[in-house]
């Protein structure tokens, strides 16, 4: 009798032992797998749209090795070399310029930007600034900085300032929205202002992420100053065009040369800063 009791209960266990099924984040196995096949399709209609055939892919390898050919050895001669180091100074100064322009109106962005200590009507504007700046890519603002300020080195840092705002203020808010709330509440208690609970409540809390922050985008906008020449607004960019245009490929093979090390060095330095200050 117990045996007969007792198999109904252990046949129905198997039975869903075997029915388990994965969860899936779709609403059912069949979405699921219209999805993955429509992105299959997307990406088999893009890979057709580019039209890339075999013969086009070898004669581009041949194209490639005779520019690399073309390319070495990299220019050494002591003039070139003058105006490349020059140009490289002025890459580093913009992006230095822009950095701390871009951060010093990046951080009133960022507090209006976190909702935990800001009001709703400059949370969404702050928010819509954010998402304005992060819109547009930089090469873009760029060459609208120079149309309206001409050709030099303030282009480039009207333009990587303005990149700077959208990351910045977007990740320095959402640490600001990450704090914790306990601390700011006490020093309110003690009849702190708004402004004195921002000081002494927030601020402390993420200084470290903010030094963090401030570095790795100094390190991108290193980056990024080497490439907004390209469209006339300073730096080592300008000069890599030129090249570009006059056919001096072993000069363009030294200006990448020049960059790498610089991007290099650049990289060394914000990593072991951020290491020191978290």
């Known amino acids: 009798m117990a045996t007969e009791s007792s198999s109904p209960a252990g046949s129905t266990g198997a039975a869903n032992r075997r029915s388990w099924q994965r969860p899936t984040a779709f609403r059912s196995r069949r979405v699921k797998w219209l999805v993955y096949g429509l992105v299959l399709a997307l990406i088999a209609w893009s890979v057709a749209s580019l039209q890339i055939t075999p013969a086009r892919f070898l004669s581009g390898i041949g194209y490639g090795y005779e520019l690399i050919d073309s390319m070495l050895p990299p220019e050494t001669g002591n003039e070139n070399m003058l ?3 020059d140009r490289m100074i002025e890459t580093i100064a913009m992006a230095m310029v822009a950095t701390v322009a871009g951060i010093a109106i990046s951080l009133p962005v960022a507090f209006g930007a976190a909702e935990n200590i800001s009001p709703k009507p400059t949370y969404y504007l702050s928010r ?4 304005a700046t992060r819109a547009i890519d930089g090469l873009i603002v760029a060459i609208i900085a120079v149309i309206a300020l001409g050709f030099g ?3 480039g840092i009207v333009a990587i ?3 700077t705002i959208g990351f910045f203020s977007k990740l320095f808010a959402e640490d600001l929205e990450d704090i914790d709330m306990g601390g700011v509440e ?5 009849g702190a202002s708004r402004f004195q609970s921002l000081v002494y409540g927030v601020v402390p809390q993420v200084v470290p992420r903010f030094a963090g922050l401030a570095v790795y985008r100094w390190d991108i906008n290193i980056r990024s100053s080497t490439i907004v020449g390209i469209v006339g607004a300073g730096g080592i960019g300008v000069l890599l065009q030129r090249a570009y245009q006059r056919y001096e490929y072993d000069y363009v093979a030294a200006i990448l040369i020049a960059i790498i090390a610089v991007v290099l060095v650049a990289e060394f330095v914000s990593a072991l800063v951020r290491r020191r200050v978290q």
């Open 83 to 85: 105006r490349l180091f």
């Open 128 to 131: 819509g600034i954010i998402s």
């Open 153 to 155: 080195p303030l282009a």
């Open 161 to 163: 300032s303005f990149k």
């Open 186 to 190: 006490a020093v309110r208690a003690t």
